[in-house]
């Protein structure tokens, strides 16, 4: 069976965990610990299969004048903005955008703090973040996501978008759109009107989870706040939805982006057992490229794997 192991804090604080695993390390052999925000696997799963499946949409949508303008990815242990490396490689002037909580702003101001948007935003850049191929950063309020996130689920919410116009078929997708996912959608917003994007601009973000994993949330949320109105809905479709303005994000520059790679040092070597050397080469692009690119290799060894333990024998 598993273990379920509490660790103190809140959605932000991954440096408990980290000396948790560091104790199981120590003290329990038997045990090996996967630590998504450092093992480069994660990042080379999404540059190969998610990368593919966006270029996959984008063909199917882009029409004759369409470009591939932006990609938004709210950093967690940046798994999935690892995409973003693909899609640099086969559309170079893509504008790739790293979001992350207001109320933990580490990108945006080596910031951190506690906050509601659950799954990312842990108070460090994780190792396998390339902060060289991130040409925005993008902070968003975790209140104006739980706003959105009632104004997507509530029946009055969903009579008022109906009213502005959204099709059935539409409103019965936003449950999809959980609070990550609602994060993303405000982050891609704020791209388009700070870029001026136009018709012509594509943009990809990903919806990574779904309002089915928040019902205590918004059980919290009409307990503290009171029945969800039309007023509400009507307010928090114009405040937090049409009113999305282009402030708590930077467009970075080459400084800006070494800044943020420096910033791992605090993590990784000073806590994490890293070597300033290790990081240094971090800033390589050639180190990337080859870290991203041994999927066949690995697929020998698990195959290897496979065979030696007799796994497909009994399952297969």
């Not at 689920?153 to 008022?160: C, I, P, Y």
């Not at 982006?257 to 993590?267: D, G, I, P, R, V």
């Not at 697929?299 to 796994?311: A, H, P, T, Y």
């Amino acid at each position: 069976g598993a273990e379920v192991i509490a660790t103190p804090g809140c959605e932000s604080n991954v440096k408990e965990i980290y000396d948790k695993c560091w104790d199981i390390k120590k003290n329990r052999k038997d045990c090996v610990i996967f630590n998504q925000f450092e093992e480069f696997g994660n990042a080379a799963w999404h540059y190969n299969v998610t990368g593919n499946a966006i270029q996959e949409v984008y063909n199917k949508v882009k029409g004759s004048q369409g470009r591939l303008s932006a990609y938004i990815s709210a950093t967690g242990s940046a798994g999935t903005i690892g995409a973003g490396d693909y899609l640099r490689k086969v559309y170079p002037n893509v504008r790739v955008a790293a979001t992350e909580a207001l109320q933990c702003p580490t990108l945006l101001r080596n910031g951190f703090g506690a906050h509601r948007i659950e799954g990312i935003g842990d108070k460090h850049i994780p190792w396998i973040h390339n902060v060289r191929n991130t040409n925005a950063v993008v902070a968003i309020d975790d209140e104006n996501t739980m706003r959105i996130l009632r104004l997507f689920n509530e029946e009055a919410g969903q009579k008022v978008l109906a009213e502005n116009g959204l099709s059935e078929s539409m409103i019965k997708q936003l449950p999809l759109l959980g609070i990550s996912s609602i994060c993303n959608l405000l982050a891609a917003i704020k791209m388009a009107k700070y870029y001026e994007f136009n018709k012509d601009d594509v943009i990809v973000t990903i919806f990574t989870d779904s309002a089915e994993m928040y019902g205590s949330r918004l059980q919290e949320l009409q307990a503290a706040k009171g029945t969800y109105t039309t007023k509400d809905a009507q307010i928090d479709l114009e405040r937090y939805l049409r009113g999305v303005a282009i402030d708590n994000m930077r467009e970075l520059n080459y400084y800006d982006q070494k800044a943020l790679h420096n910033l791992k040092y605090f993590t990784w070597v000073e806590q994490q057992g890293r070597t300033v050397e290790e990081l240094h080469q971090l800033w390589d692009p050639n180190l990337w490229d080859e870290k991203l690119s041994q999927l066949k290799e690995w697929d020998k060894l698990i195959e290897q794997f496979n065979q030696r333990s007799g796994v497909l024998k009994t399952f297969c």
